[in-house]
């Protein structure tokens, strides 16, 4: 995937040209980014459930994907995790409301905030952040889908069964999903989803279908932010995706950045769920480490 560093020399100064460089570009153009931000640069846009495919003994495939997800949907609703506050969530509602409390779910955590998702690749840990500050992280910008491949908030479908599912709806696409406000969390960082079929990357940084290597070898998010500026036309965008490094020395200054400037804070980010407190347990005991055979 096409990567842009800072040149700058101390961690406090790549940190800033960091925040400022994403914003310019969250601002400047007519693209539309949807920003992700991860801790561990070794890991690519590989969604929780896709990462749980790939790692098993089962096929890497869509079909595999969706049945795993059926299972953890049924296990949610056997236990009532779909009543909220009244409600009963549908089951795209039921998998975002899951996924950001740790369960590996075929939806891709992605923020319209880059500052939210800059917070996210700085605190590797709500209650340890310096726990990822021997590791490099990784900011990824990835453009928003058409509006034609966006998916309604409630959407009703069932995600896999006989009949039409979302499953079975995805084609090649990539699909956004703006979910309804089903936590806290969701609300406070923005959030949304990217979804897709499950496509094996191989040696590649994606499970889901994006371009992310141009035909040719010019860096476009390279010469772009080069560029910032200098009058003429910016490097034409070739990818649908870019990252930008953040290297292990930055993580510190960029935290601290973060809580001076932006006016987050971990328990604004991160707020407990009082009023159920269960839903973490249950999303992290289907987290991305849990072995898929035991589920399908």
Do not use: C
């Not at 400022?20 to 801790?39: D, I, N, P």
């Not at 990824?140 to 979302?166: C, M, Q």
């Amino acid at each position: 995937m096409l990567t842009w560093k800072s040149a700058y020399g101390t961690p406090e100064q790549i940190a800033r040209d960091i925040v400022s460089t994403a914003m310019w570009l969250h601002t400047t153009f007519r693209e539309v980014w949807l920003w992700r931000g991860q801790a561990n640069a070794a890991y690519g846009l590989i969604p929780g459930m896709h990462g749980r495919v790939l790692s098993s003994s089962h096929p890497s495939t869509e079909t595999t994907a969706s049945e795993a997800t059926a299972h953890l949907l049924t296990t949610a609703r056997t236990i009532g995790l779909h009543e909220y506050n009244g409600a009963k969530l549908p089951d795209l509602a039921l998998l975002a409301h899951l996924q950001h409390y740790g369960a590996a779910t075929p939806l891709l955590d992605v923020s319209t905030d880059p500052l939210i998702a800059l917070w996210m690749a700085a605190f590797a840990d709500p209650e340890r952040p310096e726990d990822g500050d021997g590791m490099p992280g990784s900011l990824f910008g990835v453009l928003k889908p058409h509006e034609k491949n966006w998916i309604t908030p409630l959407d009703a479908r069932n995600y896999a069964g006989p009949s039409a599912t979302v499953s079975s709806s995805l084609g090649d696409k990539v699909w956004w999903y703006q979910a309804p406000d089903v936590t806290e969390r969701l609300r406070i960082q923005r959030g949304s989803f990217l979804l897709s079929p499950l496509v094996d990357p191989g040696a590649g940084t994606t499970s889901i279908p994006l371009v992310t290597e141009p035909q040719t070898e010019r860096n476009w998010i390279v010469e772009r932010i080069k560029n910032r500026g200098k009058a003429g036309q910016p490097a034409k965008r070739t990818t649908d995706a870019f990252r930008i490094e953040i290297p292990a020395s930055a993580k510190a200054p960029l935290r601290s950045l973060l809580i001076q400037r932006s006016g987050l804070t971990v328990a604004t980010v991160y707020p407990i769920p009082w009023h159920r407190p269960y839903i973490e347990q249950f999303a992290q005991s289907y987290g991305r480490s849990r072995d898929l055979h035991l589920d399908i």
